[in-house]
Protein backbone atom coordinates (compact mmCIF):
# COMPACT_ATOMS: atom_id res chain seq x y z
CA UNK A 1 0.00 0.00 0.00
CA UNK A 2 1.18 3.55 -0.74
CA UNK A 3 2.22 5.42 2.21
CA UNK A 4 -0.04 8.40 1.44
CA UNK A 5 2.22 10.83 3.85
CA UNK A 6 4.98 10.02 1.68
CA UNK A 7 2.98 11.11 -1.54
CA UNK A 8 1.33 14.05 -0.33
CA UNK A 9 4.66 16.19 -0.88
CA UNK A 10 4.55 15.23 -4.36
CA UNK A 11 1.22 16.15 -5.06
CA UNK A 12 1.61 19.63 -3.40
CA UNK A 13 4.88 19.92 -5.44
CA UNK A 14 3.16 19.17 -8.70
CA UNK A 15 -0.05 21.54 -7.63
CA UNK A 16 2.37 24.50 -6.82
CA UNK A 17 4.51 23.95 -10.17
CA UNK A 18 1.14 23.87 -12.02
CA UNK A 19 0.40 26.88 -10.68
CA UNK A 20 3.37 28.38 -11.33
CA UNK A 21 3.18 27.60 -14.52
CA UNK A 22 -0.52 28.80 -15.18
CA UNK A 23 0.46 32.38 -13.51
CA UNK A 24 3.40 32.62 -16.12
CA UNK A 25 1.35 31.50 -19.33
CA UNK A 26 -1.40 34.10 -17.84
CA UNK A 27 1.52 36.95 -18.10
CA UNK A 28 2.75 36.17 -21.38
CA UNK A 29 -0.16 35.12 -23.09
CA UNK A 30 -2.04 39.14 -22.65
CA UNK A 31 -0.52 40.50 -25.20
CA UNK A 32 -0.87 37.72 -28.11
CA UNK A 33 -4.82 38.36 -28.58
CA UNK A 34 -7.62 36.39 -29.35
CA UNK A 35 -7.95 35.84 -33.16
CA UNK A 36 -10.42 33.37 -33.04
CA UNK A 37 -12.59 35.27 -30.72
CA UNK A 38 -12.25 38.35 -32.80
CA UNK A 39 -13.58 36.58 -36.02
CA UNK A 40 -17.01 35.74 -34.61
CA UNK A 41 -20.01 37.42 -35.39
CA UNK A 42 -22.50 38.70 -32.58
CA UNK A 43 -24.52 35.47 -33.05
CA UNK A 44 -21.32 32.93 -32.87
CA UNK A 45 -20.36 34.87 -29.56
CA UNK A 46 -24.17 34.34 -27.86
CA UNK A 47 -23.49 30.27 -28.49
CA UNK A 48 -19.90 30.69 -26.93
CA UNK A 49 -20.85 32.51 -24.01
CA UNK A 50 -24.08 30.11 -23.58
CA UNK A 51 -21.88 27.10 -23.63
CA UNK A 52 -19.47 28.35 -21.66
CA UNK A 53 -22.64 28.77 -19.14
CA UNK A 54 -23.12 25.23 -19.27
CA UNK A 55 -19.46 24.42 -18.80
CA UNK A 56 -18.92 26.52 -15.67
CA UNK A 57 -21.84 25.31 -14.43
CA UNK A 58 -20.85 21.17 -14.49
CA UNK A 59 -17.02 22.33 -13.42
CA UNK A 60 -18.63 23.96 -10.20
CA UNK A 61 -20.54 20.39 -9.86
CA UNK A 62 -17.46 18.89 -9.92
CA UNK A 63 -15.80 21.02 -7.22
CA UNK A 64 -19.05 20.48 -4.83
CA UNK A 65 -18.62 16.76 -5.63
CA UNK A 66 -15.38 16.65 -4.75
CA UNK A 67 -15.33 18.48 -1.86
CA UNK A 68 -18.07 16.38 -0.54
CA UNK A 69 -16.13 13.03 -1.14
CA UNK A 70 -12.85 14.71 0.69
CA UNK A 71 -15.04 15.03 3.51
CA UNK A 72 -16.85 12.19 3.74
CA UNK A 73 -13.53 9.57 3.09
CA UNK A 74 -10.76 12.14 5.07
CA UNK A 75 -8.04 10.89 2.91
CA UNK A 76 -4.99 12.99 3.94
CA UNK A 77 -6.20 12.66 7.85
CA UNK A 78 -3.95 10.23 8.66
CA UNK A 79 -0.94 12.65 7.58
Do not use: E
Amino acid sequence: MIDMCLLSPYLAYGMALYCMASIYYLIRTRSVGTPFRDSLNAKQLKIKAASGDVRRGIFYQGIGAGILVLMVFRPFQSC
